[in-house]
């Protein structure tokens, strides 16, 4: 079993900058960030594999940096230029198997944060 808290969320101002953390208790292959907006399925927003490897999706692209570090199982999520529209419950999410998935398939990760809010307002 493998515990995630998140930290950092907040409210901030569109074009404003927030970084989220993930604290986890062990070592896990792949770590991702997921979101969910009110009324709206959860989705993918970036995975990092252990060995650094990273996805994204395209409406992250170029304005959200997915990090972790190994040494701590810390899992990172910097997001700059922020949009009302990145408005929504983030969580962690993480899993220890060495498979192939679908990258942004929620159900292919084992462990779950509690999520944290982020509001960004315009």
């Known amino acids: 079993q493998v515990h995630l808290v998140e930290s950092g969320g907040g409210s901030v101002q569109a074009g404003g900058s927030v970084r989220l953390s993930c604290d986890a208790s062990?070592?896990?292959?792949?770590m991702g960030w997921f979101r969910q907006a009110p009324g709206k399925e959860r989705e993918g927003v970036a995975v990092i594999y252990a060995g650094g490897i990273t996805y994204y999706a395209d409406s992250v692209k170029g304005r959200f940096t997915i990090s972790r570090d190994n040494a701590k199982n810390t899992l990172y999520l910097q997001m700059n230029s922020l949009k009302p529209e990145d408005t929504a419950i983030y969580y962690c999410a993480a899993d220890q198997r060495r498979i192939s998935r679908p990258l942004f398939a929620a159900r292919f990760y084992d462990y779950w944060g509690q999520g944290t809010q982020v509001t960004v307002s315009s």
């Open positions: 062990a070592f896990t292959y792949i």
